[in-house]
């Protein structure tokens, strides 16, 4: 069992930085593989970017990429997505989520979902 909860989302102008974190629930934290999702208003839930349980391996949407940062600290069972030069499309709720060892962008690969935090970009 894994509780996940975002945090960190907000409004920012298009070009700035905002930093989201995810805490998870329970000692079994570093053997999850760790993602995030986001969905904006009329579209699907689309991946986002994510990270190995070891932290070694990430993988990136095309359209984060060289923007996007994710990371995470397994001692403080917390997952970062550290996200820079935002763009206006990037205006969506951000979900964390948590899954096996296999990187995958297929939601259903993840069990564990936070309840999302709302990040606005202004253009």
């Known amino acids: 069992q894994v509780q996940l909860v975002e945090s960190g989302g907000g409004l920012v102008q298009a070009g700035g930085s905002l930093r989201l974190s995810c805490a998870a629930s329970?000692?079994?934290?570093?053997?999850?593989?760790m993602t995030w999702f986001r969905q904006a208003p009329g579209k699907e839930r689309e991946f986002v970017a994510a990270?190995?349980?070891?932290?070694?391996?990430?993988f990136y949407a095309d359209s984060v990429k060289g923007r996007f940062t994710i990371s995470r600290d397994n001692a403080k069972n917390t997952v970062y997505l550290q996200m820079n030069s935002l763009k206006s499309e990037d205006t969506a709720v951000y979900y964390c989520?948590?899954?096996?060892?296999?990187?995958?962008?297929?939601?259903?690969?993840?069990?564990?979902w936070g309840q999302g935090t709302q990040v606005t970009v202004s253009s």
């Open positions: 329970g000692r079994t934290f570093s053997r999850y593989t």
């Open positions: 989520a948590a899954g096996g060892a296999v990187i995958s962008r297929a939601m259903a690969a993840y069990n564990y």
């Open positions: 990270v190995s349980w070891g932290g070694e391996s990430t």
